[in-house]
């Protein structure tokens, strides 16, 4: 099956500091991907869907100049927390569609990234 | 809107049993898909099972099945021989397969899961 990773796995840093987080689709062109946000025991909340080449589009709520997504290429789209607070301490998931695979229409799912705000 | 509900927050089984995950949905769309994924400790996503709206015949990999009641709009996932590696929350989701002002294709609806235990 198609694999999808995320790098940092997990990360703790500073209130205020920016982290940035990447999410690669390692054997298929990725032609959008989601970013999620997931707290303890709860479901996955989406934040935002990234096409490559164009804008990301933020779920309601979402602060887009809190999270910068960047699409740049069909295998890379990077999440950047900016001025991180405690409250933004979650576990972040990706996933990725590809147009190859748009009969299925399966999201390939990152093994997720726990960042820690201090 | 598309909403789903898991109204089991937590279900428990015993190894070796059969254990049933219910789940509901809403939408005006006649063509969509339908996914049970597992989320294990490891908080990875796996996907368990796949149904396409318009088949009428219900999705089965290997020890895992689903009722798929349409017009119930019902979408219930059945465990088999239950292991203690299926001990995992288990999300219910569904994807609509067309395209309306500010929507995207592929996207997934979730429900709020069900925090499965299987104990020997």
């Known amino acids: 099956g198609a694999v999808v990773s995320q790098h940092p796995s997990r990360v703790i840093c500073k209130s205020g500091t920016s982290v940035k987080i990447e999410c690669r689709s390692l054997d298929f062109q990725a032609t959008t991907m989601f970013w999620y946000r997931q707290f303890p025991k709860q479901s996955l909340m989406l934040m935002a869907t990234s096409n490559e080449g164009s804008k990301a589009t933020y779920e309601q709520g979402v602060e887009k100049d809190k999270f910068l997504i960047n699409h740049a290429s069909l295998t890379l789209s990077t999440l950047t927390v900016t001025s991180a607070h405690p409250e933004d301490s979650s576990f972040y998931i990706c996933s990725a569609l590809t147009s190859g695979r748009a009969q299925y229409n399966e999201q390939f799912f990152g093994p997720g990234t726990r960042l820690t705000v201090l | 809107a598309q909403t789903v509900t898991q109204s089991q927050p937590e279900m428990s089984v015993q190894e070796a049993e059969t254990v049933t995950l219910s789940c509901t949905y809403d939408t005006s769309e006649s063509n969509y898909y339908l996914f049970w994924y597992k989320q294990p400790p490891s908080r990875q996503m796996i996907l368990v099972i796949r149904?396409?709206?318009?088949?009428?015949q219900n999705a089965t990999e290997n020890r895992f099945s689903v009722n798929f009641q349409k017009a119930a709009k019902s979408f219930s996932l059945k465990i088999s021989d239950s292991q203690l590696g299926d001990t995992a929350m288990y999300f219910c989701a569904f994807m609509k397969l067309t395209l309306d002002r500010g929507s995207t294709l592929g996207r997934l609806y979730f429900g709020r899961g069900t925090q499965l235990t299987v104990w020997p």
């Open positions: 149904q396409e709206a318009y088949k009428q």
